[in-house]
């Protein structure tokens, strides 16, 4: 009894970690045993949505489930892929929590900034908690300089067309209140990477309470990165798109 009130901290708040993957079997037990280290007073269940990877994921959770009990992580595979943005709306289907966090398997958002998301929070009742990398304190390591460029690039050419309000469009590390997600993700229509910087811009143009963290964004250790030549013309077509609707 006494360990069940320890890990639901004040008893207030839940929070389901939705975190979508595709061959990430190198990765996924790493990022779970981070989350359970960096969140030892909280209440939380993470959300794995499986894209069908060919690579074992799947079998890795649910070695993980044994270990850690299928009430704190969840499987929610899906047969193929089907984009990031359906990602968190299937996961969002099965979340308990009144907040929502939304981070990569990939370890390049480190566990050891939710406390300070959920600290954000607290503090400033945001309805929307995001990591920023363009900000003091925040940055990225591991990308070579025309990737910083291009990153860089996108996110001032976002920010003088749209006016979102944050500094970083393209980050992908958040946490929202559960009610806030549902509201804008049923106003998105973009799929892939585009989908994170509609979900911002969908939340400013409502009226959101908007705060950001500093997180230094580390590029993946193990697997091979998903962004390809495809991805950067989505943005572009995206970021048009968002021009003429928003």
């Not at 389901?16 to 595709?22: A, E, K, L, M």
């Not at 894209?51 to 489930?65: H, N």
């Not at 979900?199 to 500093?214: D, L, S």
Request: net charge positive; hydrophobic share 40%.
């Amino acid at each position: 009894m006494a360990e069940e009130k320890e890990r639901k901290g004040d008893g207030k708040h839940k929070y389901s970690i939705i975190v979508p993957t595709y061959n990430e079997r190198l990765n996924i037990a790493l990022i779970v045993y981070l989350i359970f280290k960096h969140l030892r007073d909280v209440d939380f269940e993470i959300i794995v949505v499986d894209d069908g990877s060919p690579d074992g994921t799947q079998e890795i959770v649910k070695q993980l489930q044994h270990l850690y009990g299928e009430d704190r992580i969840l499987l929610r595979a899906r047969a193929k892929k089907l984009g990031l943005g359906t990602a968190y709306i299937h996961g969002l289907k099965h979340a308990t929590g009144d907040f929502v966090v939304i981070m990569d398997a990939d370890l390049s958002h480190h566990p050891k900034y939710l406390p300070s998301f959920i600290k954000k929070q607290l503090e400033t009742n945001a309805s929307i908690v995001t990591g920023t990398r363009y900000v003091k304190g925040g940055g990225v390591h591991g990308w070579n300089l025309m990737r910083k460029l291009t990153s860089r690039g996108a996110n001032v050419l976002a920010q003088t067309l749209l006016w979102p309000g944050v500094s970083d469009l393209t980050g992908s590390f958040r946490l929202y209140k559960k009610s806030v997600l549902e509201d804008v993700i049923s106003s998105c229509v973009s799929k892939g990477y585009v989908f994170q910087m509609e979900m911002i811009v969908r939340a400013t143009r409502k009226g959101y309470h908007i705060e950001e963290v500093p997180i230094t964004f580390v590029d993946r250790v193990f697997g091979t990165s998903k962004l390809g030549g495809s991805e950067i013309v989505e943005y572009l077509k995206g970021l048009v798109y968002l021009l003429l609707t928003t």
